[in-house]
Each structure stands twice: as C-alpha cells, then as structure tokens.
C-alpha cells in the first residue's frame, strides 16, 4: 500500500505531462517499450547461459534453454589457460588512451573548424571526414609497415596511436554536431570580455561539451574495445594482447571448445555492461545539464 | 612458376607406416625401444644423438628465438607443442624459445602481413605447398638442406615434397591428415550393415537403405567450402585417379578432363538424390560435427584431425569407424589412392639473424612435435615414429592402417594450388553443392578462369 | 597602418588555428592518409604482396568492373541495400525511440540502457545468437513458424538465395538501434526545456513540439547518424563474416569481405588496394552527398 501511494504521488509529480494523454496510449506505449526491452535483453540472456555449456548443447536441441549442466569450469578455463584478466586489463589501458586522445585532439579540431571563421574550414572538415571512408582492413599493411619501420612494435601505443586515428573523424563528426548548438553570442561575449580564442576554448566551450564528452567516449569506445584486425596483427606478444584476440585465440585450428569462448565474452562483456549501466545515470545527468545551460 | 610441388607420393610398402602398422600391433614387444611409462624423459636419449651437430650450428653461445604457431590453448596440438618445447628446452639450456600461438584463420592473415613487412619471427608456422610457396618465391624462406640432411634416415623423403621448390627443401613437416569416412555403426546396422560397404555400389545401396530408414547419409558444412571439398576430391580421385587429379591440381595437366567432368556430375547426383542433409547448406562445420556425434548423420567425411575429438567423446567413440572411401571407377582408381599429406609445417625466416641456430632448432622442434601430436591422435606422423606408440587411439591407428596401404597422395586442392586459384576453385566448388552448375560447366569454367 | 595591424592579427590567428588543428591532423595524416596514398598506389600493380609487383596501370580498376567472378558489382549492390533498410528503417526506428524517451517517460533511463546493450555485446555472440534463430533444424525462427502452422516458410535462412541477404540485415539493423536512438536522445534531451513548453503553452501536441520544434534542433545529430549509418553500411563486415560468409555462391559479399579475400585469401595485393580505394571514394562521396542534401534543408 504505502508504495503504492508512494509511486503515485511521484508520478503526479513529475509526470505531469504524461498523464495528461490518453490512458491507452500510454498503456500501448509501455507495453512497447516492455517488449522492446525484452527482445534487447535477450542476448544477455543468451550469452550467460552459452557460457556455461558444452559443444552439444551449443550446437544441440538446448540452444536458448538453461544449461542443464552448469559448467562454471569454463569461466577457469577462459581465466587460466585463456589468461583473460591480462588481456581485459590490457584492453582497458588502450582503450581508455585512445579515447582520451582522441577526444582531446578532435575537440579541438572541431573548435577551430565551427567556431572560428577562416576560408577553407568547410574544405578542412570535408578532408576528416574522409576518416570514415577508410576500410580497416586496407590499412593494416601500410600502417604494419610504418610502424616496423619505426621499430615501433609491441607496445601499448602501437594499438593507442592508430586507434585514436580511426576514431578522431567520428569524434569530430559528433562534437560538431554538439558544438553547433552553443549559442554563438556566448564567443562574442567572451571576446567582448578579453578572452583570446584559447581562453574561450578552455573557460567557455569546453566545460560546455560535458554532455557531449560521453557520447563521444561511448561511441569511440565501442570502435576500440572490439578492434580485432589491428590488434591481431601489430601485437605479437602475448604481453599486450588485448581481449578481441585472446578470446579468438581460444578457438583452435581443428576443433574449438565453444563454452570457454562464451566464458571470456562475459567476461569481456558484462564489465562493461556494469560501468555503463552506472555511467549512464551520469551521461543523463549530463544531458540535462547540458539542456539547462543550453 | 618453376616451383616443381612434389605431392604425390608413393610410399613403397613398409616405408613410413610399415613401423606404425607393426607398432600398433607389437607394442608391448618392442624390446629395443625404452619401457613404456617414461617415454617421454627416456626418448629424449635419441634425439640425443643428434645434438652435438645441432649445438655446434647454434654456434655455442646463448640464443634466443622466436616462434609463431597456431597451436592456441584449445588446439588439439597444443599440448604435443607443450611437450615438445619443454623437451627441446632440456635438451638446449642455451637456446630461448619464445613462442606465440594465434587463432587460425587471423594468423594468415598475421604471417602475411609480417611477412610484407620483413617483420617475421626465426620460426613459423605455415601449410605446405602454395602458402610456403609464396614466401619461398619471395625470397623470405631459408632453406633447410643443409639441416634436414643430417636426418635423412628419420624423415622420408617422400614427406618433404610438398616443401620443396626447385629442390630444394624449406620446411619441417610435422604431422600430416588425410580425408577419412567417419560412420556412425549404430546407424549403419539400423539399416542392416555391420560394416562400411567396401564397393561404390553397396555404399550407394546403404545410402538408400539409410533413407528408408529416415537416416540422413552425409553431413556437410556447405557454408565452409573446404568440408565440401573432402567429399568432392574423394569422388573424383576413386573416379578418375590419383595421379589425373594430381597433374590437374598442380597445373600440369588442364581441368577440362571429361572424366573430371562426369565424376562432378556422380557427386552431384549424390546431392539431388538426397543424400546430404538438405540444411548442411546453412551450417557450419562445428554445427555439422556436432551433428555427426549427436547421430544425426551415417558418415562425415573430413579430416583426420578429428580422430582426437571423436576418440575423447566416452559415448560416442565406440559408434564410430574410420574407412576409405569406395573406388568408384576401377579402371582408373584403386584403394589406397587418398586426399591428404603433409601440411602443417615449421619454416625458418631468411631475415632470421640467427637462422642457421633457428633451422636446427626447427627441424628437431618439428620431429617431437610429430611425436607427441601422433601419440595424441592429433594426426599422423610425417617422420618415422620411435617409441612407444601403443597408447595412440584407436581411430587413428585405423587411419594408419589406412595410410600403410597407401599407394599415392593428392594433397587437398586448395593447398595445392596458390592462393588466387585455390579460391577461384573453391568458389565453383560451392556452386557444385549447391547445384548451380553441373560437370561441365565446372571443368569448362575452371579450365577458363584459373589462369 | 590598421591595415599592418589585421594582418598581423591574421597570422596570429592561423597559427592558432594551425595549432587548434595540429593533434588531430597529425594523426591523421600519419595514420589514415599515409595508408589511402599507398592504396591508390598499389592499385595500379599486379602484386602478391611479397615479391616485385608489374605496373599496370588501371588494368584493376577495369577488371573489377568487368569482371564476373569478382563480384564487386554484387558487393556494391548487398551494400547499398543495407545501407538504404539503415537509412529507411533503423534511423525512423531510432528516432522515433530517442523522441518517445525523450518525452519523460517513467523509467527513461533503464529502457535507454536496455536498448544500448547489443551496441555493447561483441558481434560474435550477437552473430552467434543468430546463427541460432537461423539454425534449419532448430532454430527459433523455423520453430516458430512450424508452431503457426507456417512450416512451407521454412528456409535455410542463411544458406538460401533468396534469404540470405536479409538474414545478414535484419540483425545488423537490430543491432545498431540503440546506437543510433543514444546519438539522437542526447540531442533531444539538449532541446530546452523552455523550448518546449512555451510551444506546449501555444498549444501543440507533443507529436507537434517533436515535429516542429525537436526535429529541426537535432538536424545536425541526425546529419550524423544519417552519414554513420551509411558509411558503416558500405564497410559492413562481422555479421557476413559470421552469418554468410558471403555465400551462398558468394551472393552476400560485400565490399569489405572482397577486399579481404583480396588481400589475405587470394593474395592479390593490388586487386584488394583496387577495391578499398573504390570503397573510399564511394564513402567519401556518399558522406559529402548527404552534408549537402543538408545543408540545402537548412538553408
């Protein structure tokens, strides 16, 4: 009972709006949004319960079913012999490198191409934009030998450079779109106030890009944690491996344990899925933030 | 190109195998060899022999080297890797072996890059013929002559044909497979068979006898070409044989052969007749494998390598047996004409600084790495085996029987052939399966697009 | 003398920009550009990648386009489907998702990480989990429509002609909703509240306040996601890897997996740098096409 009251109460609060429509719409809509959520979650399902089977169930009857043996011994497996806590901690210096260069390189590509007015700004943004033309798999080569020319192998930067390369024209391309949105009188106001274009950069834009900053993390996130081909072939030894080639290094030439694979994509995985579930409370908070500002 | 790719071989009578088919049999009466449990810390005596030319070509002095495989942590040869390094690291205190195992299919695509980029490592896996071959044109290989003489009498000649290019030699075979027809017996004896038909029309009876009892006879991976292929090469090499199919896989002899053609066309009534499961065209072969030992099909046929897998399944090891398939045309084929050799293979890279060190170490690498890979059942050995083999499965012990038999060897297609081709062959494969084109317009198309 | 002097403050201002510009463009140019030159170098050789290639001009480019059993007519094709089902079908989806969540709805911010997840999963089980809605035998999907007595519908989804291509693009849809609708909804939630309820006060519904005053601020967002969508498309990879590999008959290959085959399969170097330069113009001309269709919108 008292929850109840309590829900309602909340409900007239802030959901004012909502209420105001028609109850079946309403109605219609949640069920939606339900349904929709379900077929979301889904893969979580999936890839929980493919963690703990064996080959026949995988590929048997019980595809979407419950385990009927609960085979937690492929989590040691992916852990031990798969050594999948060095290679996640890997994944994570890397990728939290190339996220912080690349965003810090593209805010202020983007700076100077929206909100200073030059001849050939147009013409510069265009030449970034051609970042999202180029086919990973066409580079791998050219890149490979330019970094073994500079005997620049095995390292973490040998992933963090390229990495935050192939995610700076995405990076731009976002916080453009951000950054359009800053009401242009904020500058005036600034130059007006004696600030030069790195102050306003510094004191102005940038603390007005926080909402925008996690988006464009996320979305460069999920170009480097998942990045196999580079990883694959610049990295040689297992020291720096990063998680997308440790997990495909658990399958083997002539037969391939399934379950322990399944193992290590929780393992790569549901991290993620934790820190973003409580980030995005955050990104939110950011959003409406960044809406009151606005 | 000059390269001359010797692949088919024939192993006059007891030559390789004749140790095996003996071994399998007279086990626990091999006097001369050490006692049975501590064969590996005991074996290590015989390569001992060896050593002091391998030390001398290490020049002494500590050297490290480095090593790419493909023998990752679930890999049926992972553990005949494991042992075999441990051995060679007792053997050779001042040599440092660093080795780095990838997953298959990006690891081509990793040792080509390296190797376009002169950043490859002193020793490296790599499959026989065509894929060696490129590098080896390259310039990139060093050659083993030198290295593999002083073993002449452990490792057939007849095993190194398909590394050898303009003769002369570039790798170490280590273990070698062939295309086996699996059957599940329970199935078969549903349909009132105790044994694998030996002739092409009792086993085309079977079948039909399969499908009357609701039993699908083939399995097949139609979305992986290569599972196709294990069926298509048999029926043409029991068709047309070994030595047709051979100059025709090495550019000897054109593919617009009739005979070629009309043995297309048997496999092809093999498909329209029913015979494969109908939804093999969307899986893959893990699927397909599973669906062998699950029981859903009579006969898989696919690599040796399978013996291990199969051997270590409890329940169903003991439905399973291993045969050759039927000739089909006596007049050109007989029994002991196979699909298979020696693939898998170590080479050494030319760039190696410490090469010389590197080619020794790879050559005695490759023999235990064919030891323990046979004992595990992971294939069969490309040197002649020493020691205790008795506790090898008994799958692949029926393979080498099969093998001891053997008359001569057309080593899978798209190794044979260079890369461009192999896919271009692969590529009409598929639309064989799939029934888009018939046997003539596969050997017209190939004889047309392979260059 | 003022004349001197706006000069100088145009130096000054160039180098700032210069220096503005400089992280980006040097990772830039070192990484992405130095690649593409090598590429359209390498296109006019004949060349296995190791040994030394032959010159051949734009015999390639000629043969990529003639040539039957190269299939990149095929590619290009399978591509721009997916491309136009994402532009047609995912963006309104996601759009209209970003636009519903951004109405206050109870429980916004669960169902807005609900449906970011399978943006998060690796595409391998995403591919894996398909492959067993797809399996002919038990898949859910042949299951299902045996269960409503639909069992003549039944294929070998991925393993079938006329399947296949959409069993790669019903899931690769389905996957990128979330990223899209997150894109959008962060644009949405960036309208001001004040926005929209002084137009909720001049009484407009809340379908009127998205159509006519949310849509027009989040342009430039949708810009984005419109160029995303379709540069992701033409360079589309794992699921086909995964769900076809380009089969059957190599009916569902798209560019990236003839550019691979190409490079690392068949070794023709110069062929696959062939086709990765087509694939960047043709990125690249879809990406400029799209900002100007804006552009002129906006104007």
Known sequence: MGKNTKRDTFSGYEFTEIKKTNPVARVITYIFLIIWALVNLFPIYFMFTFSLKANDEIFGENIIGLPRNWLWSNFSSAMNTGNMGLYFVNSLLVTTASIAISIFAALMATYALTRIKWRGSRLMNSFLMLGLTIPIQASIVPVYVILSKAHWLNHYTTLIIPYSAFTLSMSILISTGFMVDIPYDLDESARIDGCGLWKTFFAIILPLMKPALSTIGIYAYLQCWNEFMFANVFISDSAHRTLPVGIKALSGAYTTDWGPIGAALVIATFPTLLIYIFLSSKIQESFIAGAVKG | ?451 | MANNHKKKLDVGKGITIFLFLLPALLLFISILIAPIIVSVYRSMFDWNGFTEGTFIGLENYKELFTSGSIKFMTSLKNALLIAFFSVFVQLPFSLFLALLLGRKVRGEKSFLSIYFMPVLISTVVIGQLWLKIYNPDYGLLNRFLEAVNLGDWKHVWVGDVKTALGSIIVPTIWQYIGYHMLLMYAGVKGVSTDLREAAMLDGATKTQVDRYVVIPIIKPIIRVSVIFAVTGSLKSYDLVRILTEGGPFQTTEVPSTLLENMLFLRNRYGMGSTISVMLIILCFAFALAITAAFRDKEA
């Not at chain 2, 090499?237 to 009309?262: C, H, M, Q, Y």
Request: hydrophobic share 40%; glycine share 8%.
């Open chain 2, 1 to 451: 190109m000059k390269m001359k790719r010797v692949v088919s071989m024939l192993l006059a009578g007891a030559m390789a195998f004749s140790l095996v088919a003996c071994g399998g049999a007279a086990a626990p009466a091999a006097p001369a060899e050490p006692a049975a449990e501590p064969a590996a810390t005991e074996t290590a005596e015989e390569p001992a022999a060896e050593e002091p030319a391998a030390a001398e070509a290490s020049e002494g002095g500590a050297v490290t080297l480095e090593m790419w495989c493909i023998a990752t942590e679930s890999d049926s040869n992972r553990h005949a890797y494991e042992e075999a390094i441990k051995e060679m690291q007792a053997n050779h205190p001042d040599v440092t072996l660093n080795w780095e195992a990838f997953e298959n299919q990006s690891y081509k695509t990793k040792i080509k890059a390296a190797v376009q980029a002169d950043e490859m490592p002193d020793i490296f896996f790599t499959w026989s013929c065509a894929f060696l071959g490129d590098f080896v044109s390259a310039g990139k290989v060093y050659c083993l002559d030198d290295e593999l003489a002083k073993y002449k009498d452990e490792l057939p000649e007849v095993m190194l044909g398909n590394t050898t290019y303009d003769g002369k030699h570039y790798g170490v075979p280590t273990t070698m497979n062939i295309v086996g027809l699996f059957a599940n017996m329970d199935l078969l004896k549903e349909a009132g068979y105790d044994e694998v038909p030996g002739t092409y029309e009792d086993f085309i009876k079977c079948c039909d006898a399969l499908k009357a009892k609701n039993i699908i006879p083939f399995g097949c991976a139609g979305k992986e070409t290569w599972c196709v292929t294990e069926y298509l090469e048999s029926v043409i090499e029991k068709s047309v044989g070994a030595d047709a199919l051979n100059d025709i896989f090495l550019g000897r002899a054109t593919w617009n052969n009739p005979d070629v053609g009309a043995a297309v066309d048997t496999f092809q009534e093999l498909v329209t007749n029913g015979y494969f499961d109908p939804s093999g065209a969307g899986l893959t072969n893990d699927e397909v494998k599973a669906n062998f030992m699950a029981g859903k099909y009579a006969f898989y046929m696919n690599g040796t390598w399978n013996c291990a897998d199969f051997a270590a399944n409890e329940e169903f090891f003991p439905k399973v047996k291993v045969a050759e398939f039927p000739v089909i045309n006596a007049d050109k084929a007989t029994l002991g004409q196979l699909i298979g050799g020696p693939s898998d293979t170590l080479a050494v890279a030319a760039s190696s600084q410490n090469a010389e060190a590197a080619a020794a170490y790879a050559v005695e690498l490759g023999k235990l790495i064919c030891h323990y890979g046979y004992l595990d059942g992971c294939g069969l050995p490309a040197w002649t085996p020493y020691g205790d083999t008795s506790s090898v499965n008994g799958l692949t012990q029926a393979v080498s029987e099969i093998c001891a038999n053997a008359k001569s060897y057309v080593l899978f297609g798209d190794t044979a052939m260079n890369a461009d081709d192999a896919n271009t062959y692969l590529s009409y494969v598929d639309q064989v399966y799939g029934c888009q084109v018939n046997g003539t317009q596969f050997i017209e198309g190939l004889a047309k697009d392979i260059r």
